[in-house]
């Protein structure tokens, strides 16, 4: 059995009060909640801060980026021991915004999340077609592309620290959600791929989140679908209700 796995992608949000008191809100509102792994992914700037509010609870905490180098002459990047140094679990890798307005390949994204599971950082990977891929009829082949790519060299002992996250480009922050069975489909060609690439057993353990204008009204449906273990959050990962309520829905 999968463990459900919701996670809150606060993008370029927040100060430092407003990230302190949100991870403070969550830590409480999900005290004792353990049948979801539950993670927030905040700017880099306030993980220390986050990290402090959430040290007596089980939420985990993640990066939105990271970079696959080491040290050096990168002005402007974040390593994985970097973020390891701020307690991060997790770090999203190629989400569609990196792919889209910083314009990050496939190549990249496979560097990191390569970089990332050498360091022990477990990637949330982000892969999902714009809407003239979907309505040309060529999601299944984008999704594939960004999938083999992103994992290209990465072994069976190793991916599966990796944990997919299905987000059609034109259902993030739209309002416009896919619907379960349209998610459904994706995820289980997902799963199919997985289970090419490394075998039905590896395939079956892996998590695949859904993410895409996912709230608390849409968060039953979505999950009730079996290739469906998990939600990328964006938008509603920001309020506690909203948030709280949909891991509490999971549970
Ligand atoms: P959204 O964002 O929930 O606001 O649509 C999801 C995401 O980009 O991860």
Known sequence: ????????????????????SLAGGLAKELDGVDTVDVAVCPPFVYLRAVATALSSSNIALGSQNVYFEEKGAFTGEISCEMLKDVCCTYAII???????????????????????????????????????????????????????????????????????????VWAIGTGLTATPDQAQEVHAMIRGLLADLYGNDVAQSMRIQYGGSAKPGNTAELMSQPDVDGLLVGGASLKVEDFAAMVKTVA
């Open 1 to 20: 059995m999968r463990k459900p796995f919701i996670a809150g992608n606060w993008k370029m949000n927040m100060n430092t009060d407003s990230a302190v």
């Open 94 to 168: 190629g989400h569609s915004e990196r792919r889209h307005v910083m314009g990050e390949t496939d190549a990249l994204i496979n560097k990191k999340i390569s970089a990332a599971i050498n360091s022990g950082l477990l990637p949330i990977f982000c892969v999902g077609e714009l809407l003239e891929e979907r309505q040309a009829g060529t999601t299944n082949k984008v999704v594939s592309r960004q999938v083999k790519s992103g994992l290209e060299g990465i072994c069976k002992e190793r991916v599966q620290a990796v944990t997919v996250a299905y987000e059609p």
